[in-house]
């Protein structure tokens, strides 16, 4: 793939410095480019064709970023298409990643391309770069993917050559070849650790419990509360680190975790932290009906709560004869004769519903028998006598 890439030095510069300042778990960094200046005056290091110079700074047309030479790629012949060739093999060290960067300069209708490509020869990337009268940064970063093998990165140009009319002997103009050419100087494939520290923190629980942390699903250790862990991953790796959901102070009290599983993205240096608030159990009891409200809720929540029905036949043939249980209130922490209603969680709350046991019914019909054998018996003695 080949972009057509347009001069952002100065973002690409704030890129390089912010990138690198990023990485943590660098004990250094290495520079894998040979003569990446040219400053040993020639293409040292470098497999160059017979088109690409070495150009000193004091060269007429030759400017370089820095230092003393600077590299100019191609022929200036527009009649022969081939480009110059500049290209250079460099082996990215084990469990590293890479920044590669240069400067370029493109003069007059020149043109540059740069691509990296693996052993095979398959291209990773490729580059165009557009005409420029000023040196222009390039920064790429080369993951982690690449770590331990061999990379070829290679420099293709090719300059411009027209005639243009100058000043001679006596004022009289004279024809002269003036010659363009694509520049590149400073070039660098830094090499970097690519593991990166994760800090892992625990928000929210007492000192004296911990929650457990499991990474991919495997153990991670223990993490008190208001501790931090820090966990090296790969750089580019995507690991999912999870925390207890809850962690219990008591069979009433709590700890809750409501994002307690994460799937990080190891790209730069983070800090997780798991918020944990505290919960607190409203239990409800009741012998009679259905109770609605209890348990779990968070602190300062309003837990609603009821019981129903109000009045519940008591079983058997007591219920058949018309005994009932009729709802009272509530005790315990829920201190209310109605059978529903709301109280805050401030703290675990207990509630159990309070029934009395109403006979009326019974005594009626027990009292209107008792009226009919009276009744009864009134007769008989009547007719005895």
């Not at 790629?73 to 527009?78: A, E, R, V, Y």
Request: aromatic share 12%; with cysteine.
């Amino acid at each position: 793939m080949t972009i057509q890439y347009k001069p952002l030095a100065l973002v690409f510069a704030v890129f390089a410095t912010a990138f690198a300042s990023s990485v943590p778990g660098t004990a250094g960094s290495q520079e894998l480019v040979v003569n990446g200046g040219f400053e040993a005056g020639s293409f040292q290091g470098w497999d160059a064709d017979g088109t690409c110079q070495v150009k000193p700074h004091e060269y007429p047309t030759a400017p370089t970023h820095k230092g003393e030479y600077s590299a100019s790629l191609g022929p200036s012949n527009p009649n022969i298409v081939t480009k110059g060739s500049l290209s250079q093999i460099i082996r990215i060290p084990e469990d590293s990643m890479v920044i590669v960067s240069f400067w370029y300069r493109i003069e007059k209708q020149s043109s540059l391309d740069f691509s990296l490509r693996e052993a095979s020869g398959s291209i990773i990337q490729s580059w165009t770069f557009h005409e420029t009268s000023t040196w222009t940064s390039f920064v790429y970063n080369l993951g982690p993917g690449y770590a331990g093998k061999s990379i070829d990165f290679t420099f293709e140009g090719k300059g411009f050559s027209e005639e243009v009319w100058v000043s001679g002997i006596l004022d009289r103009p004279i024809p002269v070849r003036k010659n363009y050419y694509p520049y590149i100087d400073d070039v660098s494939v830094v090499a970097q650790s690519s593991s990166i520290d994760i800090n892992v923190k625990a928000s929210g629980l007492p000192s004296e419990l911990s929650t457990k942390i499991f990474i991919d699903g495997r153990a991670g250790g223990a993490l008190g509360g208001g501790e931090s862990k820090a966990l090296t991953f790969k750089f580019g790796d995507q690991p999912n680190l999870t925390a207890e959901q809850y962690v219990y102070e008591s069979e009433n009290v709590r700890y809750a975790c409501k994002l307690y599983s994460l799937t990080m993205n190891a790209s730069s240096e983070k800090t997780v932290t798991f918020d944990y608030t505290p919960q607190y159990r409203l239990t409800l009891e009741s012998p009679h009906g259905m109770v609605e409200g209890s348990g779990w809720y968070d602190e300062e929540d309003a837990a609603k709560f009821s019981v129903s029905p109000e009045t519940v036949p008591a079983e058997g043939v007591l219920g058949v004869l018309g005994v009932k249980y009729v709802f009272q209130g509530w005790s315990r922490d829920l201190k209310t004769g109605m059978a529903s209603g709301q109280i805050t969680m401030d703290s675990p709350k207990t509630g159990i519903a309070v029934w009395e046991t109403d006979y009326l019914t019974l005594v009626l019909i027990l009292g209107a028998c008792a009226a009919m054998v009276a009744l009864l018996f009134f007769k008989v003695y009547r007719k005895k006598r």
